[in-house]
């Protein structure tokens, strides 16, 4: 048997290392890949469905982080730029906590694309926010029976309890093989030299060294005195009665030992079963697991590149667990990721935004405004607002539409559905959106101005001019009882406005 060794010894110190850095800043990115095959029509399906989301998804972020010694106070910003199926998703994050006062501060802050906070928005009958909160200082009702202090200096504890163990069965692990290997020196694409560390796994090896590290990690004696350990140190960051805590303490022993310990050689043989029966279905492609840690002098992990390659033969594993013929079908799926860490232990300048009542919604302040009446009543303005001589929207038995949160009334002719396509009456839509509307009756031609945009539609043609380049359209404008109709998406987009349309509830949902 080979235990751990000096290199693989080196990278978990730095791993652990790293996981206790109180500031920095990182960029990261993952990337996906899918591809399937099968003759089952109900698995092609499938397939479609999975490769439409997954294949070519990738998600890259930045993220900076500062933080005291004892992890008390700390702030974090990130941005998130997401592609799938060519849909692309830009959100930002931040996190705003200091414990260091006698009042606990805790602020949480998203900015996501309004497609996506629209539908909240106009359930709750508000104008389109900027950012989303959750702001606990702010609502003094919520009460938070906690010493926080406390709870930090435990949890700082139980981290170093958990490294502790990490590096001691590291030490004692005997896998029978060795994964990582130190390549040598490297430098990074910020010019720091470093020494890079490689870890590597075939199908073979990676299902050896997880049963190895079941059986003879998890599945062990230390591993229960362990646990007992770190479910004792949780439950004093518990407000709790002597009594109950000794109560709880016997029930968590009696636990361990009855349904843990004394089972340890039963678990293990079914663990060593369950191996033996996938050793001949391959899980891992030919390419396996790869992944390239870069450590610097002061041995911290500021860079990794990783790749996964997962090939699954449906028809071959159901038949290894006694299931044959209940899988068809094939994939292969790849993961891709690398990340950068730079500015560790330095100064990291984090600015979280400024919130204002015009700017953002707070979650709380939402729940409790939809709780002044039932629960089950979807808020209206006056409960959110308390002004109850704000009047409700007066919605349309037909096709409704909301702007930015607002309910748009269509006084003379309403919207209507024509082959599939809206057509709402031009004036009032594009006045909303702050573009000029004039029409010649002789030509029977409408022109929308917005800003650098000049929009020509006409009366029954689908030819359309946008900036003067022509567009052919599903749907023509038209007239509706004298009043000029056109399609609503079309003229919503071109004047950079998003739309997405509820067909089952006959909404229409504009952005911009």
């Given at each position: 048997m080979v235990a751990c060794t000096i290199d693989e010894i080196s990278l978990i110190d730095s791993l652990v290392k790293t996981s206790q850095i109180t500031s920095y800043e990182r960029n990261a990115k993952i990337e996906l890949t899918f591809e399937g095959q099968s003759d089952s029509e109900e698995m092609k399906k499938a397939i479609d469905f999975i490769e439409a989301y997954v294949d070519e998804f990738s998600m890259s972020w930045n993220e900076k982080c500062s933080a005291n010694e004892e992890m008390t106070k700390a702030k974090m910003a990130a941005d998130f730029d997401v592609d799938m199926n060519g849909l692309g998703v830009k959100m930002n994050y931040w996190m705003d906590v200091d414990f260091t006062g006698d009042n606990p501060q805790m602020k949480y802050i998203v900015e996501l694309p309004p497609p996506i906070t629209q539908p909240l928005f106009t359930f709750a009958d508000l104008e389109s926010k900027k950012y989303i909160a959750l702001d606990f200082a702010k609502n003094e009702e919520i009460e938070v029976n906690m010493d926080f202090n406390n709870t930090m200096k435990k949890s700082k504890e139980l981290q170093n309890m958990v490294f502790d163990f990490i590096k001691t069965s590291?030490?004692?692990?005997?896998?029978?093989?060795?994964?990582?290997?130190?390549?040598?020196?490297?430098?990074?694409?910020?010019g720091e030299k470093v020494t890079e560390y490689e870890l590597k796994l075939s199908d073979a090896t990676a299902k050896q060294l997880l049963k190895s590290f079941i059986n003879d990690v998890v599945l062990q004696e230390d591993c229960a005195e362990f646990i007992k350990k770190y479910m004792e140190s949780t439950l004093d960051m518990i407000e709790m009665n002597e009594e109950d805590k000794e109560e709880a303490l016997?029930?968590?022993d009696k636990s361990i030992n009855e349904t843990f310990i004394e089972q340890l050689p039963t678990y293990r043989e079914n663990v060593t079963q369950a191996f033996e029966m996938i050793k001949d279905v391959k899980i891992l492609g030919d390419e396996g697991v790869t992944i390239n840690y870069y450590i610097n002098k002061d041995g911290y992990i500021v860079g990794t590149n990783a790749s996964i390659d997962i090939e699954i033969n449906l028809a071959d594993f159901a038949a290894a667990v006694g299931s044959p013929g209940e899988g068809e079908g094939t994939f292969r799926f790849g993961i891709t990721c690398e990340s950068s860490l730079y500015n560790i232990n330095k100064e990291v300048n984090v600015e979280i935004p400024e919130l204002t009542k015009d700017n953002s919604l707070d979650i709380f302040d939402m729940i409790k405004s939809t709780t002044t009446g039932s629960l089950f009543e979807v808020p209206s303005i006056s409960n959110l607002t308390g002004d109850t001589n704000i009047p409700e929207p007066v919605l349309y038995d037909g096709i409704n539409v909301f702007m930015n949160g607002k309910h748009i009334a269509f006084d003379d002719a309403k919207p209507e559905n024509l082959n599939g396509r809206v057509l709402v009456p031009v004036r009032v839509i594009s006045e909303e959106m702050g573009a000029d509307v004039t029409y010649n009756s002789q030509t029977k031609q409408?022109?929308?101005?917005?800003?650098?945009?000049?929009?020509?539609?006409?009366?029954?043609?689908?030819?359309?001019?946008?900036?003067?380049?022509?567009?052919?359209?599903?749907?023509p404008a038209t007239a509706v009882e004298g009043r000029t109709m056109v399609p609503l998406k079309f003229v919503s987009e071109n004047m950079d406005a998003y739309v997405d349309w509820d067909g089952e509830s006959q909404v229409v949902f504009i952005t911009y």
């Open positions: 590291a030490t004692n692990f005997e896998p029978g093989m060795i994964v990582v290997n130190k390549k040598g020196s490297a430098t990074t694409d910020r016997a029930e968590l409408v022109i929308i101005v917005k800003g650098n945009k000049t929009i020509e539609l006409t009366i029954g043609s689908q030819e359309a001019y946008v900036n003067g380049d022509k567009v052919l359209l599903d749907v």
